[in-house]
């Protein structure tokens, strides 16, 4: 197949591009570079065509051609989602509906939609696991985007145009271009450079977990599933095995890295708090199940970290944590108020 990644220089972006060309795709990556230097390693084996442009350029004519456009491009999580919420609905919601939209128009016939599972929100508070079909409880404007942009895509979908909507759980995992600003890796890359487990939180929230790996097999799966398997569908991205409270991934880092010591923040370092359920994926989209369970994905990080001889510096570099980057790019005037280019770095 033909497919475009866009955000495809991204955290899950730099592992799904090759996962798909390995799977004997046919990919082109569409990125406007934000996050370019995020590298900690290189270890692409395979890299995508390229487009350098900004998904809120996108035409029709750049969308002609392909069997499936796989959505990366976001402001990504809920601190830089709160920078500026107007641009925020720019980029998260309103590029995204356009680009499908543009997408319909091209005759591309599939349309998957990096979702999350932050629509939850703080539903874990009560004893229910989110389901599919649980009611949202978005918290933060990155979330709300989320759930405004499937609703949004919902009503394109028709007899040509099928799109898809992965509500992934939290990612962790080792990616080229890897981000520290995710609990797993953050507190993995805090047990290796200090020893010291540093929590937000009292540790008590739930959070459901998904290797990077796997989300790009989820993206891969929904892309080659029979229409009917995913036309106009959610799933939640991940296995119910791994709801973890965050003092358990804590622990479990503990059992991999020697010698670290857990210290808690208070009760109230972070209103998400949710639990999910996911039925839905391992029954019903073909051929996927997770393969990395918290364990081993913790371990891989620990031995790549030793490998490249991480430092807390680099732990706690723009270059790895998105809000930094973005309000870097800014402040030293590369970007302007809208995050358009001012110098471009091509
Ligand atoms: N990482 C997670 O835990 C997680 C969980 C659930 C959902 N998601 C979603 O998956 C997607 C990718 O996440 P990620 O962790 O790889 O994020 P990321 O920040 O690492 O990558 C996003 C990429 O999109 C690009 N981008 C941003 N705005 C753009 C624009 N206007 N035009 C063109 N490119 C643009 C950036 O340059 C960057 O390379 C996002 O939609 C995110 O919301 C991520």
């Not at 976001?74 to 509906?97: C, K, M, W, Y």
């Amino acid at each position: 197949m033909r497919v475009l990644v866009s955000g495809s220089e991204g955290y899950i972006g730099s592992v799904l591009a090759p996962t798909l060309l390995q799977a004997g795709h046919d990919v082109v990556g569409l990125d406007t570079g934000f996050h370019r230097c995020a590298w900690l390693y290189n270890a692409v084996p395979m890299a995508p065509l390229w487009i350098c442009r900004d998904a809120r350029d996108v035409t029709v004519e750049h969308l002609r051609g392909f069997d499936a456009v796989i959505h990366l491009a976001d402001l990504s999580n809920d601190p830089l989602g709160d920078f500026d919420r107007s641009l925020t609905f720019e980029i998260n919601h309103q590029a995204t509906v356009a680009m499908a939209e543009k997408a319909k128009a091209a005759g591309v016939p599939r349309f998957v939609y990096s979702s999350s599972c932050s629509v939850y929100g703080a539903s874990g508070a009560t004893d229910a696991w989110s389901t599919e079909d649980s009611p949202t409880a978005p918290l933060t404007a990155y979330a709300e985007c989320k759930v405004l942009v499937e609703n949004d895509l919902r009503a394109l979908a028709d007899d040509s145009f099928s799109p898809v909507y992965l509500r992934n759980a939290t990612a962790f995992g080792a990616s080229p271009r890897l981000r520290f600003d995710l609990v797993v890796n953050e507190l993995v890359g805090l047990a290796v450079t200090t020893s010291e487990l540093r929590l937000a939180s009292d540790g008590t929230p739930w959070r459901p977990f998904v290797h990077v790996r796997d989300i790009s097999k989820a993206m891969r799966c929904a892309i080659e599933a029979p229409r009917d398997a995913v036309h106009d569908r959610t799933f939640n991205v991940g296995d119910t095995s791994a709801n973890y409270q965050i003092r358990d991934v804590a622990e479990a880092i503990r059992e991999v890295v020697p010698g670290c010591e857990i210290t808690y923040g208070d009760s109230s370092g972070d209103a998400r708090n949710y639990r999910a359920d996911f039925t839905r994926i391992a029954k019903e989209l073909p051929g996927f199940s997770c393969e990395y369970d918290l364990r081993r994905g913790v371990e891989e990080l620990y031995d790549v970290f030793r490998q490249v001889g991480l430092e807390e510096e680099t732990l706690h570099a723009r270059q790895h944590r998105r809000l930094k980057q973005m309000t870097y790019l800014r402040d030293t005037g590369q970007v302007d108020d809208r995050f358009r280019w001012l110098v471009h770095p091509t």
